[in-house]
């Protein structure tokens, strides 16, 4: 038995959680008529409704004593604060300070990053208004139309998914190609579509040594010299977002056009980053602006909200719930937004690689399960087949529901059944369907007894299914910035309570040291 698992607080929520698998959601609802306005609170446009959760007040408190005995808040402060919180690494973890609009320094090592921070934006800002007015040229002065931005892991997920969630803001005139996968195939399909005259390829890649990344931009490279271009007129056609500059530039790319990457960003949080270049050529610097600001004004709510009234510790203290007290494997996310319909890939990554661990800060094996698998997909499509195990399988499986209530250029009838799948399915999932409804349904069908109760069996729905909704006005840059700052808080305070570093990924570092290995095997 650890520290943890033998705390007063965690004793506690083992007690409670033996008591709360006798109870039914359904009965709460039935006896307190406030339960869903007692079990919401609200922040940055965004409502979460927790009440159809397996949880009661002492719940709740016993959840936040865990917190408080984890210390999760002074936690929160040291990483904002600039401490080396990544151990393993001996890094600061700063994301937040690429979105920190507050005016007040930022600290590593005792030097202020926020002037660099801040050149940086101005320098992505001039360099999208040079695109988007076609004042920037290609070699042939075409202007630059075709947008390649090559990646992997956070340097192409984020944007692609940020991008693709913003498509009504996206800015007319410049298309945005996302390739990350090695397979040739991605990257040959792009290229075939594209005039070399008027492609910009933007490669993403701190070390400028990623293997998939480089290989993809190489292929663009030769594609490029194929077509016409010259080794000179690389520099007017690639750009970096890198901290290798000397590798970047006798690629052939200008020094002016490289793009500062520090340490003390993951890649999994460095959309925030230059690595979000693309977003801005995608959506215009001022609605990335806003991306920022939606997340920044997220990051004051975490570290200021009471734990109780705290969007991202009550989706952690949820989360730790089902999976320490409940052996919850997994966490399935909905979006009923087409749009949306990549967050759950985004949460996956940044979750999975987070928290995946099984050693903790004191350096030794721990005894409790840590991250779950998070996986989901776009409503109503999901409705059509896996939300099958999740209503009548025999795991549980907590979800979150995800609705803007209102969507650009769509008519109220599609959105309409939208909202109403979406609200049914919580409600499903919360109450289900007894054999007694069930047989009564089915006594109109003129079956014999034998079938009828067999097919009322079938029929059973147990519910009691958790599940959290989040529903925001709609998905503008703020608020998706402030969407994804709350998974990422909310994944940071379930790895402080579980004691893991949540901002290294060995497991990620040795997959790519034995495909090296094993491609110079192959190749040489």
């Known amino acids: 038995m650890t520290a943890l698992t033998a705390s007063p607080a965690w004793q506690n929520l083992t007690r409670l959680a033996t008591k709360i698998k006798t109870q039914h959601m359904r009965d709460w609802f039935a006896l307190d008529s406030q339960r869903a306005e007692n079990f919401t609170q609200a922040a940055c446009g965004i409502e979460l409704d927790f009440s159809k959760n397996l949880i009661n007040d002492e719940v709740m408190q016993a959840l936040q004593a865990l917190a408080t005995e984890c210390h999760v808040s002074e936690k929160s402060q040291a990483m904002f604060a600039g401490g080396i919180i990544n151990h393993t690494e001996k890094r600061a973890v700063l994301h937040t300070a690429l979105r920190n609009f507050s005016g007040k320094p930022v600290l590593v090592d005792g030097k202020d990053v926020m002037p660099e921070v801040l050149a940086c934006q101005q320098k992505i800002q001039d360099f999208v208004a040079s695109v988007h007015s076609g004042e920037r040229k290609g070699y042939t002065g075409k202007p630059l139309k075709q947008i390649i931005a090559i990646g992997i892991g956070g340097s192409f997920l984020g944007p692609k998914i940020m991008s693709e969630a913003l498509k009504p803001y996206w800015f007319e005139g410049v298309k945005v190609h ?267 069908k003129g079956l014999d007894d034998v079938t009828l109760e067999s097919l009322a069996t079938h029929k059973t729905m147990p519910g009691n299914k958790p599940s959290n909704t989040l529903l925001f006005n709609q998905v503008d840059p703020k608020t998706l910035g402030a969407l994804v700052a709350l998974y990422e808080h909310k994944v940071f305070v379930q790895g402080a309570i579980w004691g893991v570093n949540s901002f290294d990924q060995w497991g990620v570092e040795l997959g790519k040291e034995l495909g090296n290995q094993v491609l110079d095997k192959l190749v040489n």
């Open 178 to 444: 996302y390739v990350a996968n090695v397979d040739g195939c991605h990257i040959q399909d792009i290229l075939a579509t594209v005039d070399h005259q008027e492609t910009l390829v933007v490669m993403s890649s701190k070390s400028f040594t990623t293997q998939e990344t480089l290989q993809n931009t190489l292929t663009a490279k030769a594609w490029f010299l194929e077509a016409g271009g010259s080794q000179q007129d690389i520099a007017k056609h690639f750009i970096a977002v890198s901290s290798n500059i000397k590798a970047a530039t006798e690629f052939g790319m200008a020094k002016d056009n490289i793009f500062p990457l520090w340490d003390w960003v993951g890649g999994r949080y460095s959309l925030w980053s230059a690595i979000g270049l693309p977003i801005a050529l995608t959506i215009g610097y001022d609605n990335y602006r806003e991306l920022l600001q939606g997340a920044f004004e997220m990051d004051e709510h975490f570290q200021n909200a009471p734990i109780e009234q705290n969007l991202p510790m009550i989706l952690a203290l949820l989360g730790v719930w089902y999976v320490n007290f409940f052996d919850a494997q997994s966490h399935v996310l909905l979006p009923y937004y087409h749009y949306l319909r990549g967050f759950p890939a985004y949460v996956q990554q940044l979750d999975m690689e987070s928290n995946g661990k099984r050693i903790s800060g004191t350096h030794t094996q721990i005894d409790y399960a840590t991250g779950p698998i998070i996986w989901g997909s776009e409503g109503t499509n999901g409705q059509h087949s896996f939300h099958q195990l999740i209503h009548q399988g025999t795991v549980l499986v907590p979800a979150d529901f995800m609705l803007p209530l209102k969507v650009p250029n769509q008519d109220d009838i599609h959105h309409a059944m939208l909202a109403s799948n979406c609200f049914g399915q919580t409600q499903a999932l919360m109450q289900g369907k007894t054999f007694e409804e069930c047989k009564a349904d089915l006594t109109s």
